[in-house]
């Protein structure tokens, strides 16, 4: 879990400049430009890509299994096989309350 956070190095407007190997005056541009970029950007999210599939049927689910009958040494034998093909995704989903983006660079609750 936690992996849909940005991979890309930048200034945090709230970083030091002895952080990274850049100039402060350098520092202190992208800050400015991030701090006015973050005006028109909310931290919160409203929707969410779904781990939910259809199947052939219109049934919803995380995983389908098909029940297949195996005949070994005479002996008939039940066994789950998954289904991986014909599946459509279920799409992007509204959440039913909004949450914080995994980047928002302010500590919400300190100890």
């Known amino acids: ?3 849909s956070g940005s991979k890309a190095k930048g200034a945090w407007p709230f970083t030091s400049s002895g952080a990274s190997g850049d100039s402060s ?3 202190s541009k992208h800050a400015l430009a991030r701090l006015r970029g973050s005006k028109n950007a909310t931290p919160f ?8 599939y259809y199947d ?3 049934d919803l689910a995380h ?7 195996v005949t070994k040494n ?3 034998k039940a066994k ?3 289904i991986q093909k014909n599946l459509i995704p279920q799409g992007i989903v509204k959440l039913d309350h909004p ?13």
């Open 99 to 111: 949450r914080i983006h995994v980047d928002f660079p302010v500590i919400l609750c300190e100890t």
């Open 80 to 82: 789950l096989k998954r």
């Open 25 to 27: 005056s350098e520092v």
């Open 74 to 76: 005479g002996r008939k």
């Open 63 to 69: 995983e389908f299994y098909e029940e297949t009958v």
């Open 56 to 58: 052939e049927d219109g």
């Open 45 to 52: 999210i409203f929707t969410r890509r779904s781990s939910l």
């Open 1 to 3: 879990m936690g992996g």
